[in-house]
């Protein structure tokens, strides 16, 4: 039985050093990427000194504590891939961190409060066994960025990994729009419409961000999501942060649109939400900028902003009927892949 009513974050990333043998690593080399790593880390409580200590197990604490102190059942904690070449080999040098399968997988048969989003490149020459065993460990998405990673989605070669994502019932998360927290590699794959091969092959696409900028020079594709959504039943959009001063912009026409049946809840924690960006483009009224600006836990802020927002009731439990009843499923008892 799937609970309906339960509120699922769609998009909440798992970070780590490898200090408990995880296989994560972080590489902050650029001085923007070393205050935002900061700005991070004091948001969930956590001193600056944990990005060369025990990060591991004090930001996997921590996350659990933020959910089990939440109106928020569960999250999905995403792995996150590295930037690969066309023949699949990781490109040296590039990327700002890494968190294997193996490790979600782990983190979600150890905690109930995670599901499992798994990140596999389709060019890496194991990518349907590493999908099979993924499947098999009980993933619920797979969530790739295709302009940090390198990752031409339409690549017809690419087609059996899709069909075999759809017949496993397991909706992609694809970063779309603009993006600033990681380094960008190839900025034209932040087009939603390069996911048309995914759709195409039967798999439920979340377009995360709605495609929306990073940055006010960022080009901004929402129109372009608007009209997937005319074409493809099976396209929807996450509002993950959204609350942010640049990408809320796109709010009120993804509320206008078709796109409004279609929003999956998702935060992007660590990434901080803002009280600030709402207020001003007239989204939230100045009550319920000061209500939310006084919760402390910044998953339960980030889901009280989208209520307030207005965002579909549905959108906040909508994961749980485009990810597989097994991963839904997952617990302690689940044998090690």
Known sequence: MRATDAVIDCHFHI??????????????????HKLLA????????????????????????????????????????????????????????????????????????????????????????DALEELERCIQGGAAVLKLLPNCQNIDCSEPRFRPFWERLAAAGIPLLAHT??????????????????????????????????????????????????QLAHDHPNIYVDNSALCTPTRAACIRRTLE???????????DLPIPPSCHAPLLRGLISKTQWRECRAISNPLERDLQLKRAIGYPA????????????????????????
């Open 15 to 32: 970070i780590g050093n490898g200090s408990s043998g995880s296989g994560c690593w972080v590489r902050v080399t650029r001085p923007y």
């Open 38 to 125: 900061r700005i991070m880390l004091r948001f969930f409580n956590l001193p600056p000194s944990a990005l060369a200590g025990n990060l591991d197990e004090l930001y996997l604490n921590r996350l659990v504590q933020m959910v089990r102190e939440s109106s928020v059942s569960r999250v999905v904690g995403l792995a996150h891939e590295l930037p690969r070449d066309r023949q699949g080999n990781p490109i040296d040098g590039f990327g700002s961190f890494y968190v294997p399968n193996d490790y979600v997988l782990s983190c979600a048969r150890r905690h109930p409060e995670i599901l499992a989003g798994v990140s596999i490149h389709p060019a890496r020459p």
């Open 177 to 226: 729009g603009g993006e600033l927290s990681v380094p960008v590699y190839n900025p034209e794959y932040a087009d939603p419409r390069t996911l048309r091969l995914p759709l195409e092959c039967g798999v439920n696409v979340i377009a995360a961000h709605a495609g929306s900028r990073s940055l006010f020079f960022d080009p901004d594709y929402v129109d372009a999501l608007i």
């Open 257 to 267: 649109s078709p796109l409004r049946e279609r929003v999956v809840f998702g935060s």
């Open 314 to 337: 549905e959108s906040f439990n909508r994961i749980t009927n485009l990810i597989p009843q097994a991963a839904l499923n997952v617990s302690t008892a689940t044998p090690t892949c």
